[in-house]
Structures are given as structure tokens and as C-alpha cells.
């Protein structure tokens, strides 16, 4: 396919978007229907339809009109594309661009527009952060491994992954971490994957797990383990009693697989009962800290639905505290880069719950290092001996 047609078909693409489909599901409808795309031809299309997503609103500023073709133009034009040999009308590639169509110049935009977010969202985080937050959050994010210990070395993993023509390289700051800079679609179909050896998980998840405090033989529950990204991870480090709980059990159905593939052990609860020696809430949020990965919810999310997660979140910690034996650790995390999901969630759990104590708290912002993520951990003090 030419470079005009992989833009005809991100169009096609994003026409279905904008009329309401997810952007994975259209991807797939038009794979389905485009037998004769081959996997680069995928990847390169994959990579506009996401790349409108997440400059949506400055792309569609440049391109003259928030319509499938009108955000394909803004894009181009933001990469200073050559716009008259893309859209050429040649062959499969779009009709050439007519002047009407262009849009406000790039210095024009307003900082909100530039940062690609809605006006409300722009202003929730401070002055000093936005620069790098918001435009972090345009570009694309990198590709993270987890080098499963109980299986073998980053070493290894960089070498069967070699084998396999992918290529990944250590992460600078977290341990067992790789950053795919080769090949990353081939992943899930190299030895390295399927024999267990390494995992999908972002940097910053993986140093998040690993700074969550677990005693050797311990009882850990993962309240809100969904796909359990983080009982895995944490499971590889300690030889502890895991146990896995999520409100939506559906989520945790790759979870007994995905453990045995990694060689740990993982009990899949549906009630919890007793005290656990650790209790992590990987909370529901906004998902803002890993919204280049997912671009459709920064163009979602209202104060509406923010207000609802920022409750959900403070009945989660409320029961999981209930479950956190006296001396144990409550460990609470989001993907967001808000404050009310991050530290106020806590200092009002803590004026709620006066006898937690805040022990450490981390921000990871979003970088090319990892997505942003917020950790807390919090201790049940022990009651005073009589
Ligand atoms: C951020 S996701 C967890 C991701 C997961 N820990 C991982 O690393 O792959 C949040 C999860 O919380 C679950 N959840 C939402 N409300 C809950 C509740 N009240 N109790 C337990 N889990 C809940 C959701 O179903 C969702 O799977």
C-alpha cells in the first residue's frame, strides 16, 4: 500500500470512530475487510488512527473541520507532510487538498488546543507541570517488557527476544524492565512471551509493584486485580500467599493462565475473607497518566464521571482497610495524574481513617520512562498494648 492509501483507510477508520465506534473495534473491522493489508501496512495505519486520537483537537484546528478527512489534513500538516503527494487522488489515495481546507496555523492555537485536551481538563494540573504532562500525553507510547525473575536474566530476555527478531534494550532505572525499540508487534508471538519469560507492563507499573512492601510468606490480596499486570509482577519478586479479587470477575479470567505461564501461584478470590498482611488497591481513575496509550478517554471523560471515580475510589480504600491486618500495609495506586485521585484521595482517607499512617508516596509523571502513575502506602499502626 502507498502512503496515500494507508491514509485513505485510517479516513475510513476514523469516520467509523467519530460515528461512535471504539477505535479498537474499528481497527479490526477494517482488517477484516482489508485481506490484502500486510502487518506493516497495518502498523502504519494503527499508527495515523492513533495519532488523530490523541492530537485530536489540534489536528482537527489545522485541518479545517473535526471530520475523518479534516484530521487526517491537521496531522499531516502539523508533520510538515508534503499534503499534494498523500493527497493526490491517485490510485487508492485520498482527493488532493482544495485551500478552504486548511485550517488555523499551529502558532494560532490556543495552549489548551496545543496540549490536545479539553479546556477543563487543560487547567487541572498546575502551570508548572503542563509543558511537558500535556505533551507527553501527544506522543506515542513506548513499548515495556517485564523480565520474569523466576524464568531468567534481562540478559536472556534481550537474547531469545534477538532470536526472534525483536529488538529490546534495559530500561535505565527499573530493574527488570525492557524497552522494546524493534519489532514490538512480533511480542506476543516470540518464545520469550510464550514460554513466560517476559510480560507486556509498563515502566512505571513495574516500579510501582515493586516498591509495594511484601513480607516473605505473607498473605497479599489485589483487591482490584483485573488483569493481574501487578499480582504477577508482584508474585515474581516474593514467595508469598497471593490472592486476586476483582468486582468484575470476568476480568481476572486470563489470571490462572497467565500465572502458570509465569510459574507462580495466584488464588483467584470471589469473596474475600480474613486480614491480609498487604492489601493493594489498584484503583478504577481516570486513566489520565496512560491516556497516550488510550486517547479516546481524554476526549470522554467529564467532571461528571471524574466526581463518580473519585467516590468509588474512597469506598475501595474504606473496605480494603478493613481487610488490612493490624501492622499490615494498604497500598493504593492510580494511573492518574490528578490530584483528587492521588494525594487529597488520601488525606481524606487518612482524616477518616486516623489510624493509617501515610508511610511513602510516589509520583511517576508520564515520560518516556513509563506512563504517570500515583502510589501510596499506607500502614495500619499496631494497637497500643494495654
Ligand atoms: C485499574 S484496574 C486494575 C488493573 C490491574 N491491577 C492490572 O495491573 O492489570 C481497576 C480494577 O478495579 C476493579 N474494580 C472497580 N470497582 C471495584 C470494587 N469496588 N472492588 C474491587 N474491584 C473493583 C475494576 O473492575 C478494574 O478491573
Known sequence: ????????????????????????????GWTRRSRFAGSKDRA?????????????????AMGGACTCRGLLIGLMRQDGVDLGAVFSGQGYAPAPVSPEEFGAPWEALSPAVQADVPDWVYDKIEPSRRDAVWSVLRQ????????????????????????DGVQAVPHQKVMNALEVVGNARRLKQSAAYLDGLIELQDASSQALSDLVPIPEGGRILDFCAGGGG???AMAARVE?????????????????????????????????????????????CSGS???????EGKWTLTPEQLAELVSTQANILDEAADLTAPGGTLAYAT???FAEENGA??????????????????????????????????????????
Open 1 to 28: 500500500m502507498t502512503p496515500g492509501a494507508h491514509v485513505a483507510a485510517a479516513i475510513e477508520i476514523i469516520d467509523r470512530i467519530l460515528a461512535g465506534e471504539t477505535a479498537d473495534r474499528a481497527l479490526i
Open 44 to 60: 502504519a495505519i494503527r499508527d495515523l488512527v492513533f495519532s488523530v486520537l490523541r492530537r485530536r483537537r489540534s489536528a482537527a
Open 140 to 163: 506515542r507510547a513506548p513499548v515495556f517488557a517485564r523480565v520474569n525473575r523466576r524464568a531468567g536474566s534481562p540478559e536472556d530476555a534481550i537474547r531469545m527476544l534477538a532470536d
Open 230 to 232: 501487578k499480582t504477577l
Open 240 to 284: 508469598a500467599s497471593f490472592f486476586a479479587h476483582d468486582i468484575a470477575p470476568g476480568r481476572m479470567v486470563d489470571l490462572p493462565s497467565r500465572a502458570k505461564r509465569a510459574g507462580v501461584e495466584v488464588t483467584v478470590v470471589n469473596d474475600v475473607i480474613g486480614k491480609f498482611d498487604t492489601v493493594v488497591c489498584d484503583v478504577p
Open 289 to 295: 497518566g496512560s491516556w497516550r496509550r488510550n486517547p
Open 335 to 337: 494511573c492518574s495524574i
Open 345 to 386: 484521595q488520601i488525606a481524606a482517607f487518612l482524616s477518616r481513617n486516623p489510624s493509617f499512617v501515610l508511610r511513602e508516596e510516589h509520583y511517576f509523571e508520564p515520560s518516556s520512562k513509563g506512563d504517570g502513575f500515583y502510589l501510596a502506602i499506607l500502614g495500619e499502626a499496631e494497637p497500643a498494648v494495654a
